[in-house]
DNA sequence: CTGAAAGCGCTTACAG
DNA sequence: CTGAAAGCGCTTACAG
């Protein structure tokens, strides 16, 4: 590999030359002609400066990671678009991976434990994540911005509205004249999970309904047909039921049509966030769309401000959740 | 952040031997006493190497690209699985990235580019990469590994068997009395789809059938309604259709049924890839399942034969694709 | 067996 | 305006 050094000796200049027209900064001002030898030595043995060099002499990487709980839900599109654009916009490079790949001793934990090559982590795990591990992410000096709720006044996160996510979700229903309205999906650990079920204990209690306990089923599709499964044999079966997650609410549906209950003839369905899939499946979902692209772009301003030490506020993005009504809610028959 | 250097002077050592006990290498025999003094400083101290100093040294990051055309695609979830098991087993940390980061100039682009951070690439770009790009990554010492069939036979690639698959599905039609079969999805510029398309066309040759022209409208679930739409204005329609991805069969099943085709009853539909969605959407589709997490594996294999300057050998790998009979196939109704 | 020194490839304050 | 030198934080051949 060609170095800078190399680079120098052939174009017969000093490396701090070489650095500056690669870099484009103060020694600006030499020679056009020095500058055009420069660039032709460069082009010709066609160097590219190391990163690792580079890092390590400019003590950062220009490199983010996002890590997030089940990569593929499709959920997170729309966030890890916010996300790139704001850090390509900053000049930063991100590079992805799944909370299932953070266990203890991995060498990808390893990559974002050590300095160097990770500048910050954005991260969301639903409290999936191990206690240990997150102990000594939040013990490294790389700034962590949690892509969720928390409750730990220490930590930086940004979050969309959960709770009025699972609210108009509610409402919706209640609206439509259901009355026994029910909470499924998402995870107990989870403090998304929690604000959208408080969400639905709010709407629920507004409208004088008795609110239910929830379902915690988990996020994939299973969770789904986890959900239909704990509505059954609740005694008696709602006419609503707001999922928590599209991939969730999908696996609801066809778990519906296996048992031969008619959505929305017998049950509406509303699932939170908007994805692909609310648009395939049969009835299409009517769901609750979440700002999740500003919320990525909302990370990298923490982020941002974080690295340059200035004081951030924290909290809920304001963009309101919307609701996309579809095919699987109706007025309750009787 | 604490160094190396502070640890040394805590522990009254040498950096090497610092650095032995961190490595676990040579100066291993030194004495147990000195080992417990250093190692309780790295531990009070919460000492961790800086990832750039030591990918400097070593001239290696550990650390492996994973770079996919539209990584919201649940085919890759298999995929990724299988390279990050092989990966971690080697001590390398994988990072995710998507094609579309790939664009000149960009941040990430450049950390692809630029020795130091990363060690090799895996790549899979359906022929969607500017073909500039692609000479650059090339034109670099960093080993790059396509996941997908080349041509070109200078560049090193692994691939599931994409013809079989396409004749795979197809024969299954063909066998349950289909004549008129149908091939969409998936991209011209792509040698898998070619090669898919291919195992179509031997298909409906060897059984004495007409092959039509493939429908190449591309990966997504709209690349499903698209292909809906091209056998109905093909003037006959017909009563097979093998679609290239499962999301875009997802696709093209939601635009039957919306135009009142049924499904198996008028139309009967195989999936080309497997994953969860087939088992969502009614009728369940049938699909033909691709050893994605082998090929995962594989590719690391070859990363690893390259990183070492072993010659290897490319290619298909060669498990066999596996048709998976759901719902959305039956015999033609007359 | 252990420590001092060189060097990985850059960037940048500093001297000329 | 330009170059020589120091140093980022490690690892490893080498001298003691």
Known sequence: MATLKEIARRAEVSASAVSAVVNGTTHTRMSAQTRARIEAVIAEVGYVPNDAARALRRQQAGTIAVVVEGLENPVYKELLLGIYEAAEARGWAVVLGDTAWMRSGSPFLARLLGQGSI??????????????VLAHLRARPTPVVLLEQQSDPHSHWVAVDDLMAGRMATEFLLQAGHTDVRFVGGLDESRTSAARYDGYVTAMKQARRRPRAGSFTGFGVEAGSLGFAAIRSSGTFPTGVVVNNVMSAAGL???????????????????????????????????????????????????????????????????RPQIIVRASTAPPSR
Chains 1, 2 share one sequence.
């Open 119 to 132: 500048d910050a982590i954005l991260l969301r795990h639903e409290g999936l994540i191990d206690g240990d």
């Open 253 to 319: 549906l066809a778990a519906a049509a296996d048992h031969g209950v008619e959505v929305p003839g017998q049950l509406s369905v509303v699932g939170i966030h908007d994805a692909e899939i609310a648009d395939i499946v049969r009835p299409r979902l009517t769901t609750v769309r979440l700002p999740m692209r500003a919320l990525g772009v909302r990370a990298v301003d923490q982020v941002a401000a974080l690295l340059e030490g200035t004081p951030t506020t924290l909290g809920v993005i304001e963009s």
